[in-house]
Structure formats: C-alpha cells, structure tokens
C-alpha cells in the first residue's frame, strides 16, 4: 500500500463568494446586483467533470474524456490508474511477463493486448524504452510504458474508442492521447505552481519526495507565450511473491507414466519460487511549450518533452525445481499419496535421492536498468479564409531502454534433500519445502551451497526514434447536411534497433571458493501469502554480487558471447497515409464517414544464430563462441485500405444513440 501527502501552493489567490449574513435568516434580498458582477466561473471537480461530459457528448466518435480539476490536478498520481475508471479500460503494472509492481504501467482497451491499443501524446506518437530487460529481449509489442509519464503534465486524455478517417491510424482496439497544457490556454498572464509531495510504500517501509512545478507566462495581448512544467520523483518498490512459474506435462510412455498409469498427461507446476524484487524508482524530466500566434488566423506551437526512469532492481527467487528432477516424466515419480485434481498434480511428496538437486536459487542484481523517451513537435494552425483552414504537425522522438548489466549468481539447494508442494487453489499460496535444507545459509553445516551457473544478457540497448509530418485540411462547406470535408496526408518513419547484447557465462565464477563470505536475509515478514514455503532466506548484495561478477569469475567478452536470442533485431519502416473524410449535422444528429489509405514499408534484419548458418554462410560472423551467426535483411510493403463511420443520433436532452463501423489497423509486434 503507498500513501501519498501532497502540499501545493500557487501564485493566483482564490476569492470566496460569501452569502450575506441577511440572506442567511431570511430576510429580503436586495433588488439590484452589484454592477460589477458580469460572470460566475466554476471551477474545480466538478467543472473539470462538466468539461469531460461536454467533450464526451459533443464528439462524433465514441470517446471518454477525463479533464485535470487544475493545473498538476489529474485524479490520480498515475495516468494509468485515472484510466482504469473507464468504461472498457483494463490496466497491468507490468509489460511482458516479469509479474507485477507496484505502480501501474500498461493500458489496454476491449480485453486485448496492450499493443493494440496506441497512445498518443498531442495527437502524435512516442518513441519509448521499456526499463525491464524481458521487454527489451522479448516481444512486448508498440505499448508505451506509462511510467514514464507523470499525470502533472496533462490537461485532459481523450480515450477514443471508435475510429475515423481523420485519426491517425496504429489502434486496433481504440487510442489514447494524453493532451498537455497550452501557455496561451491559461487565462492569467503569470502563473507558478509547485507540487511538493511524499509517498510511503508499506512494504519497503520508505518515504521518497515526489516534486513538479510549472512557470507559465504569456503578453498582455495573449499572443505570445511559454511554459516550463518540470518533474522529480522518487520511490521505493518492493515485491514479495510466490511464484508458480508454469506447468509441464507427464508424457505418456515416460518412465513416471508407465509405473503410474494415472499420471499419463498430468500437468505439474514446472517451478515454484519465494520471490523477492526490490527497486528504487527516480523519474525526472519537463515539457517546455512555445506558443506564438502573430495573428487571429495563424499559430505556431513548439513543445519539448523528456522523461527518463533509473530503476536499478534487485530480483531473488528460490524455487523448487520440479522440470530438473521430474524432467517430464523421465525423473524422479512422486511418493504414494500424490493428489490429481482436473488433471493437475497438486500434491506431491518425493523422497530425497543422493546427488539429485531438488532447488535452484537465481539472483540477479540489475543497477543501472533505464528507460527513458523525448520529443520535439511544431504544431502550426493556419486558417486561411472563413471556410478553410490547415494544420501542420512536424516531430521527432526517441526512446531508449538500457539493461548494461545484470550481475547473476545461480546456485543448487536441496542436494538430496527432496522436495513436496501442495497447491491451495485460489484462496492462498502454495505450500513447498525442500525438505529439511537450512535455506538461511550459503553455507548450510559448513559446507558452500552447489554452483549451478552465471547467465544473463548484458550490454542490451534498445534504441526507439520516430519522425513525422502531417498536413491536415478543413474545408467548411455548408451544403445541405454536410458541414466540413476533411482531408490530409501524413508521413512517417519509425526505426528500432537492438545489436550488441551477449550473453555472460562463469569462468572463475563456478569455483565456489569465490563465494562472498557474508549474506543477508529475506525480511522477517516475508511470507504473507497463506502458504507454507521457505523463509528467512539468505542472500548476497548487489554489491556483492558485483564483485561475485568480476573479470576474473565471468565472461563478457562483447565478441565471443554475442548471442542472438537477447534481442537482437533492426525494424525500419516508412508509412504513408492519406485520407478523406466528410462531417454531417443535422437537427439532432451528426456523423462522419470516410477512408483512410496507409501504405507500411518495413526493412528488416533478421539475425539467426542456429543451424541454418555455418562458417560458409555469406556475412557470417565467426567471432561468437555460440555459433556463426548472420543478418537477412528481409523488406515488405502492406497497403491498407481503412473505411470508417460514425452516427450520433440524439434521442433525448440526456440519451444519445451512437453508431460506429471502422476497419482499424495495429503494425506488427517488434
């Protein structure tokens, strides 16, 4: 659980509205007002909730809205977590399959993936990093990481659910685009704003400081002006877990199926560990906004972002390794008095067998994983004649996500010591044991734990950039129910590379006599989840495990461990679309309908590094001690063609019919 205390404090006083004290018993209110009094402004909640109601009735597309209160006002401290009261909204704290954390970080639409919904920011893309390595290695899709994000910077997010000809395309599910403020949009020439904040996270017991501030200035004449939004915050994450990690199968015909004819095609857990995942979160950065409009008919905005998260984490799992001694049926059989429940094996006892490990404990200590995303985009609104008008959208952005290094110990308990679990449904966690080992200890009766190995990819950077330019038309037409036509071109180009990462492997490392000689211990809390599993677990430092990591005991030796399955891979695509689109209104209903044509080249390198390449293959390298490997460019062209409609037919002052048909599109997974 977090709690967070904010303190804000603004440069614009507000002014009470005081009912007079006459009024208040009844007695006659004056016949005249003051003459001063033009306006009554409302503000706060519930203003920002009228405006969200507004913008969500009046669109012809089906869209929710959530508007700030105020400046740095969003309602919750994460965008994601504001997002999850939406109406078909689903929400993760994670991007791949690490498990979750503690602050939310993917947002889907309709049940599907997070990859098919796109985020937007100012009707733009963003070129992101993810900061865990198995979203840099594996395939995580075109999700943004919302963690990178602070809710301090929006104004308003428009969550549309419906497509048309004029959106930019990318979301199969629906799209996002998180609005930000505009110098000229506030009202008062000067206005400051600061945000000084603390969340406490229970678990690690840790209160971090949570820090943002806008300066907004603009002339008197409100034509020219600039914002400058800046954010620092910190926290403290820490994860305590039981992880049941998968399941394998009892093949039919093994050694274990034969002798025990009713465990043919049982599953069982493949691994279940005691997890602890600590992190320290520091996400900084700002928005810088130029805006400048030398005329009523003609302006140009400049804005800037960058956001960039350290999150140096540390993950320790010890866990009962049931794919090592049961090895699909080949191994070890469980004792008399197994339990098979809908085809499962949810409990199971197996006698310890000399020389056979029934554990397997990973630490791995990640110090300077990162993630981090910019951009630059002009926006320019020209309207030239009472009936047409242009938008013209330039940018570019980059994103990184960096994992330099993951220091890694890998060690054998459990030798001989058998092993048992039992799972307890959905209620609590599961109970497992590795027999009687002493698991609060390296060295359990003086004697070091087993090596099993050093792994981990290293030198991992995976490098985002987009750039675009769009020109869009309006052409107010006023004839009969059609109102405007809509028309537009956009171009893209998106690039994503990972070269370089390899995979570390033990040298020195494997003796054990390189063990550090003192350890910690899991918290004394650990075990909150129902189960009875190992406690009071030992384990090394980060910083322990950077020297456990050193030259001598581990190679990293960027030629020899090149390893292709750490992610390599080069994406470079160029996309152009046009479209056409027509606005109608009528007396109590509005729509539009048009088409949009997208035209997606994609070049691409695939690396292999299997049996397909030899020392023979042309542009093999031969360096990588696990094999040649080699790069096949492979290109392709997609033409799309998207075909859209919307209908809103007004029924009642408070009762809208809505109708919506779209063919919508989602590029590949990375």
Same mark, same amino acid.
């Given at each position: 659980?977090?709690?967070?205390?904010?303190?804000?404090?603004?440069?614009?006083?507000?002014?009470?509205? %005081?009912? +007079?004290?006459? *009024?208040?018993?009844?007695?006659?209110?004056?016949? @005249?007002?003051? #003459?001063? &009094?033009? $306006?009554?402004?409302?503000?706060?909640?519930?203003?920002?909730?009228?405006?969200?109601?507004?913008?969500?009735?009046?669109?012809?597309?089906?869209?929710?809205?959530?508007?700030?209160?105020?400046?740095?006002?969003?309602?919750?401290?994460?965008?994601?977590?504001?997002?999850?009261?939406?109406?078909?909204?689903?929400?993760?704290?994670?991007?791949?399959?690490?498990?979750?954390?503690?602050?939310?970080?993917?947002?889907?639409?309709?049940?599907?993936?997070?990859?098919?919904?796109?985020?937007?920011?100012?009707?733009?893309?963003?070129?992101?990093?993810?900061?865990?390595?198995?979203?840099?290695?594996?395939?995580?899709?075109?999700?943004?990481?919302?963690? %990178?994000? +602070?809710?301090? *910077?929006?104004?308003?997010?428009?969550?549309?659910? @419906?497509?048309? #000809?004029? &959106?930019? $395309?990318?979301?199969?599910?629906?799209?996002?685009?998180?609005?930000?403020?505009?110098?000229?949009?506030?009202?008062?020439?000067?206005?400051?704003?600061?945000?000084?904040?603390?969340?406490?996270?229970?678990?690690?017991?840790?209160?971090?400081?949570?820090?943002?501030?806008?300066?907004?200035?603009?002339?008197?004449?409100?034509?020219?002006?600039?914002?400058?939004?800046?954010?620092?915050?910190?926290?403290?994450?820490?994860?305590?877990?039981?992880?049941?990690?998968?399941?394998?199968?009892?093949?039919?015909?093994?050694?274990?199926?034969?002798?025990?004819?009713?465990?043919?095609?049982?599953?069982?857990?493949?691994?279940?560990?005691?997890?602890?995942?600590?992190?320290?979160?520091?996400?900084?950065?700002?928005?810088?906004?130029?805006?400048?409009?030398?005329?009523?008919?003609?302006?140009?905005?400049?804005?800037?972002?960058?956001?960039?998260?350290?999150?140096?984490?540390?993950?320790?799992?010890?866990?009962?390794?049931?794919?090592?001694?049961?090895?699909?049926?080949?191994?070890?059989?469980?004792?008399?008095?197994?339990?098979?429940?809908?085809?499962?094996?949810?409990?199971?006892?197996?006698?310890?067998?000399?020389?056979?490990?029934?554990?397997?404990?990973?630490?791995?200590?990640?110090?300077?994983?990162?993630?981090?995303?910019?951009?630059?985009?002009?926006?320019?609104?020209?309207?030239?004649?009472?009936?047409?008008?242009?938008?013209?959208?330039?940018?570019?952005?980059?994103?990184?996500?960096?994992?330099?290094?993951?220091?890694?110990?890998?060690?054998?308990?459990?030798?001989?010591?058998?092993?048992?679990?039992?799972?307890?449904?959905?209620?609590?966690?599961?109970?497992?044991?590795?027999?009687?080992?002493?698991?609060?200890?390296?060295?359990?009766?003086?004697?070091?734990?087993?090596?099993?190995?050093?792994?981990?990819?290293?030198?991992?950077?995976?490098?985002?950039?987009?750039?675009?330019?769009?020109?869009?038309?309006?052409?107010?037409?006023?004839?009969?129910?059609?109102?405007?036509?809509?028309?537009?071109?956009?171009?893209?180009?998106?690039?994503?590379?990972?070269?370089?990462?390899?995979?570390?492997?033990?040298?020195?490392?494997?003796?054990?006599?390189?063990?550090?000689?003192?350890?910690?211990?899991?918290?004394?809390?650990?075990?909150?989840?129902?189960?009875?599993?190992?406690?009071?677990?030992?384990?090394?430092?980060?910083?322990?495990?950077?020297?456990?990591?050193?030259?001598?005991?581990?190679?990293?030796?960027?030629?020899?461990?090149?390893?292709?399955?750490?992610?390599?891979?080069?994406?470079?695509?160029?996309?152009?679309?046009?479209?056409?689109?027509?606005?109608?209104?009528?007396?109590?209903?509005?729509?539009?309908?048009?088409?949009?044509?997208?035209?997606?080249?994609?070049?691409?390198?695939?690396?292999?590094?299997?049996?397909?390449?030899?020392?023979?293959?042309?542009?093999?390298?031969?360096?990588?001690?696990?094999?040649?490997?080699?790069?096949?460019?492979?290109?392709?062209?997609?033409?799309?063609?998207?075909?859209?409609?919307?209908?809103?037919?007004?029924?009642?002052?408070?009762?809208?019919?809505?109708?919506?048909?779209?063919?919508?599109?989602?590029?590949?997974?990375?």
């Amino acid at each position: 659980m977090n709690r967070q205390v904010t303190i804000a404090i603004k440069s614009a006083l507000g002014v009470a509205m %005081l009912t +007079p004290a006459a *009024l208040a018993f009844g007695q006659a209110a004056p016949t @005249s007002a003051p #003459a001063n &009094l033009e $306006e009554i402004v409302v503000t706060g909640i519930r203003f920002s909730m009228q405006q969200s109601l507004d913008a969500k009735r009046n669109a012809d597309v089906v869209q929710d809205v959530i508007t700030a209160e105020d400046i740095g006002k969003m309602p919750d401290k994460n965008i994601a977590d504001s997002l999850q009261r939406v109406p078909g909204i689903t929400i993760s704290s994670a991007g791949a399959s690490e498990g979750g954390f503690d602050e939310n970080d993917r947002v889907s639409m309709r049940g599907t993936n997070a990859s098919l919904t796109q985020t937007l920011i100012n009707g733009h893309n963003v070129a992101a990093g993810d900061w865990f390595v198995l979203n840099q290695t594996g395939t995580v899709g075109r999700s943004i990481s919302y963690t %990178l994000l +602070p809710s301090e *910077l929006v104004s308003q997010v428009v969550v549309r659910k @419906s497509s048309s #000809a004029s &959106l930019v $395309e990318g979301g199969v599910a629906g799209s996002i685009d998180i609005i930000t403020r505009k110098p000229l949009d506030i009202s008062k020439p000067f206005t400051f704003e600061a945000s000084l904040g603390e969340v406490y996270a229970d678990l690690p017991k840790k209160s971090d400081p949570q820090l943002s501030g806008l300066i907004n200035w603009h002339n008197g004449d409100n034509t020219f002006g600039v914002m400058i939004q800046g954010f620092s915050e910190k926290r403290h994450l820490q994860r305590d877990g039981v992880e049941l990690l998968g399941y394998d199968t009892i093949a039919a015909g093994s050694a274990i199926a034969l002798a025990h004819p009713d465990l043919a095609g049982v599953v069982y857990p493949t691994d279940i560990g005691a997890a602890l995942f600590t992190q320290t979160r520091t996400r900084t950065g700002g928005l810088v906004d130029i805006e400048w409009k030398p005329t009523d008919s003609l302006n140009f905005d400049l804005s800037g972002f960058t956001s960039n998260l350290n999150a140096p984490n540390y993950n320790r799992n010890y866990l009962l390794w049931n794919t090592h001694y049961i090895n699909s049926g080949a191994g070890q059989a469980p004792d008399a008095g197994y339990v098979v429940q809908n085809g499962t094996l949810t409990k199971a006892t197996f006698t310890g067998v000399p020389g056979t490990f029934y554990g397997v404990y990973d630490q791995i200590s990640r110090p300077d994983e990162k993630e981090s995303a910019n951009f630059i985009n002009l926006d320019t609104n020209w309207k030239v004649s009472d009936r047409l008008g242009f938008f013209l959208q330039l940018g570019t952005s980059t994103g990184d996500g960096k994992t330099p290094t993951q220091d890694v110990s890998e060690t054998l308990p459990g030798q001989s010591a058998g092993a048992s679990w039992q799972l307890n449904g959905l209620g609590h966690g599961p109970n497992f044991a590795l027999g009687a080992t002493d698991n609060s200890t390296p060295f359990p009766g003086g004697t070091p734990v087993a090596f099993g190995w050093i792994f981990g990819a290293q030198n991992v950077d995976v490098k985002d950039k987009e750039d675009w330019a769009k020109l869009d038309g309006t052409f107010h037409m006023d004839s009969g129910p059609w109102t405007d036509l809509k028309f537009g071109a956009r171009a893209e180009k998106h690039d994503r590379t990972s070269t370089g990462a390899i995979a570390q492997g033990p040298t020195g490392g494997s003796n054990p006599a390189t063990y550090p000689t003192t350890w910690s211990n899991y918290p004394s809390d650990f075990n909150s989840f129902g189960g009875t599993i190992p406690t009071n677990i030992w384990y090394w430092t980060p910083a322990q495990l950077a020297a456990y990591n050193s030259a001598a005991n581990v190679n990293r030796d960027p030629l020899a461990r090149v390893y292709i399955p750490n992610g390599w891979m080069e994406v470079h695509e160029k996309t152009d679309a046009a479209y056409v689109q027509g606005d109608f209104k009528g007396e109590g209903w509005s729509g539009n309908v048009g088409v949009r044509l997208v035209r997606t080249i994609e070049n691409t390198v695939v690396y292999a590094q299997d049996s397909s390449v030899t020392a023979t293959t042309p542009g093999a390298v031969l360096t990588s001690a696990f094999g040649p490997y080699v790069g096949r460019p492979v290109d392709q062209t997609y033409n799309d063609v998207l075909p859209s409609a919307n209908l809103k037919i007004d029924l009642a002052k408070d009762l809208l019919l809505r109708f919506a048909a779209a063919e919508t599109m989602t590029r590949a997974d990375y």
